[in-house]
């Protein structure tokens, strides 16, 4: 079994700074991305930005040039530093990973999940 468990986020003034981390462990063979996404109530959870095994990375666009996304060296921690929160920023913020296990001779690749963790940005 896998899990991310997530840590940080708050509350935070506009313009002010919140890092978010994830941690993934259980029986991995390799993960794939590792990344963050972000839901308001009554909208879809929408990507916020993924990091590849090979440090690749993709945002989205509303959080371009203030997001910044990084793994740790052995790969099972990601970090999401952002910068110049907005209020628009505020939601609930999940831990996402593309990751492989093996169970005997078969390795299955499956999308996991950490627990939400809110963000709010508000004077």
């Known amino acids: 079994q896998v899990q991310l468990v997530t840590s940080g986020g708050g509350l935070v003034q506009p313009g002010g700074s919140l890092r978010l981390s994830c941690t993934a462990s259980?029986?991995?063979?390799?993960?794939?991305?590792m990344g963050w996404y972000r839901q308001t109530p009554g909208k879809q959870r929408e990507l916020v930005a993924e990091?590849?095994?090979?440090?690749?990375?993709n945002y989205a666009d509303s959080v371009k040039g203030r997001f910044t996304i990084s793994r740790d060296n052995a790969g099972n921690t990601a970090y999401l530093q952002m910068n110049s929160l907005k209020p628009e920023d505020t939601a609930e913020y999940y831990c996402h990973g593309k990751i492989a296990t093996v169970t005997g001779h078969r390795t299955y690749e499956n999308d996991y999940w950490g627990q939400g963790t809110q963000v709010t940005v508000s004077s």
């Open positions: 259980g029986n991995i063979a390799n993960i794939y991305t």
């Open positions: 990091i590849s095994s090979g440090g690749d990375t």
